[in-house]
């Protein structure tokens, strides 16, 4: 029987389907797509028309993360150059074709953010599209922001003559300033988490914003020098002859040396709006001075902070354990490990709040995050749902690292496991420590089915990480109890169990 047990060891997941499409409903259901997490699977979804509007994507879909990559890069870009446009009235091949080449990611973003499932009052996700698009069109004020910064007005350009169309073209451009909102909706965005790298984030953003502000003055005194766009007026002899981005470069110059108090002095006011627009750049730039300087050390305090705190607690450890003589090839093994962890978490394994959150609430939280892998799984497929909401709250996540053992042949922890994150090898150690390896698992495949249901029941394989694997371990004896009040289900994961162990 032990080795038709050992059989049992590893439950293989048959790969899911990729793409559900519900078959015609009736008249008064509206068709549901799914859409798979694949990229490249969603990315040939595309090529058929019928899928272009009938679909929904949930919030932590990849494509959202790429949308706001997209977006951000694109709005940096243009916050920078559509005013520079404007200002020196330079219409640069490269520079004119790659705003425009830009446009597309703000109404393809657009496009997405219509077909986004929201949560309705149940906590499910709502995916039928004639609801997701009503639901969109209520929050006038999203709709406001994806619309009107978005309109194309500058087509409008060949309604005066042709010497002013440029000039119209850029100025219609500016009305594209207002997609400033999109730059920190992605900080938003990423800083949402509350994780470490809050800290960076905060300090980027100050660094774009900051960036923005001396590029917008140096426009203004590329505005004021030129005589409002006419260097050939201009008072400043150097700069007549220049093209405009020498001439921009030389206006940089100056409101740098002004915001740094350095430079050679060879630029100065000559007349009386120079000389108050050189007042308010003194006076404004000071302040942000100010406010960056803050924000940097709220962000140097966040991350430090943390460092110290998760320093503290690992010192705590490593004297307890050398307070009871572990070896120092144990200590050497343990300190690699934490390091390891520490550059991929940052020290963030499992947050406290989480561990002490009310127990509905965690096994809520837990089930929204991991119930897929039990969903997948023949064991634990359709139980009931009360059931696996508790079970996902047993779960503990463990990290392994290239190298580490998750399981050694002949262990019997009477627990089973689910590969989160990473690819694993099912092994048989020999005596003379040469290796045969079996079989590769991927995510969402489980091994220990039949150990972790019950006790005393020794693996006859070991399983080794052969990438940075994140594990879910579920220990028998924590879940076991809970079991006890589900008679029906109870008997029906045991049969799953004893059919697979039979055809295997």
């Known amino acids: 029987m032990s080795k038709t047990y050992a059989a049992a060891d590893v439950e293989k997941q048959a790969p899911p389907s990729k793409v559900e499409v519900l078959t015609p409903p009736p008249a008064d259901v509206t068709t549901r797509i799914v859409i798979p997490k694949n990229k490249c699977l969603v990315c040939l979804l595309f090529v058929k028309p019928k899928y272009w509007f009938k679909f929904a994507l949930e919030p932590d879909h990849i494509i959202f993360q790429y949308v706001w990559y997209t977006t951000f890069l694109a709005t940096c870009y243009q916050m920078f150059m559509i005013p ?6 330079n219409f640069n091949h490269y520079i004119f074709i790659t705003t425009l080449c830009f446009e597309p990611v703000f109404y393809i973003r657009i496009f997405f953010f219509m077909h986004e499932a929201y949560l309705d009052n149940y906590g499910t996700y709502v995916r039928k599209f004639r609801l997701i698009i009503r639901h969109y069109l209520k929050d006038y004020k999203r709709v406001c922001w994806d619309v009107i910064p978005n309109l194309p007005l500058y087509l409008m350009y060949p309604i005066v003559e042709p010497k002013n169309q440029m000039f119209l073209f850029s100025c219609l451009r500016l009305f594209h300033l207002l997609r400033w909102r999109y730059i920190f909706q992605a900080f938003a965005v990423w800083s949402a988490p509350l994780m470490a790298r809050r800290a960076p984030i905060l300090i980027t953003k100050m660094i774009v914003v900051f960036l923005l502000i001396i ?74 001075y100010a406010v960056l300087i803050v924000c940097f050390l709220m962000g140097i305090r966040i991350l430090s902070q943390h460092i110290i705190n998760y320093e503290h607690k690992v010192m705590r450890m490593k004297k307890f354990l050398q307070n009871q003589g572990l070896s120092d090839y144990l200590m050497e093994k343990l ?88 690819q694993v090898s099912v ?40 990438t940075q694997c994140d594990i879910l371990v579920l220990q028998l004896e924590t879940w076991e109890c809970v079991l006890q009040h589900f008679p029906h289900d109870k008997e029906i994961i045991y049969k799953r169990m004893m059919d697979t162990y039979t055809i295997l």
């Open 427 to 466: 092994l048989t150690v020999h005596p003379n420590l040469t290796e045969t390896r079996h079989e590769m698992l991927y995510v969402h495949d489980m091994f220990g089915l039949a150990q972790g249901l019950n006790y005393g029941m020794a693996h006859k394989y070991s399983y080794r990480a052969e």
């Open 335 to 422: 300190w690699i490990y934490i390091k390891q962890i520490w550059n991929r978490e940052n020290g963030l394994h499992m947050p406290e709040l989480l561990e002490k959150a009310p127990y509905v609430m965690k096994g809520e939280i837990m089930r929204e995050i991991f119930s897929v892998h039990l969903r997948r799984g023949y064991l634990f497929k359709d139980i009931n749902e009360a059931l696996l909401t508790q079970i996902c709250g047993h779960l503990r996540r463990v990290v392994f690292f290239k190298g580490n053992y998750i399981v050694q042949n002949g262990d019997t922890n009477a627990s089973m496991y689910w590969i989160h994150r990473g």
């Open 215 to 288: 590029h917008y003055f140096a426009l203004s005194a590329f505005i004021i020098f030129s005589n409002f766009g006419d260097f050939s007026k201009s008072s400043r002899v150097y700069l007549r002859n220049a093209n405009p981005l020498e001439s921009y470069l030389t206006c940089l110059y100056f409101i740098s040396s002004i915001i740094s108090t350095t430079g050679t002095g060879d630029i100065i006011p000559e007349n009386t709006l120079e000389l108050a627009f050189t007042i308010i750049v003194m006076i404004s730039t000071k302040t942000i």
């Open 84 to 89: 520079y446009m404007f200002a020196s009235q």
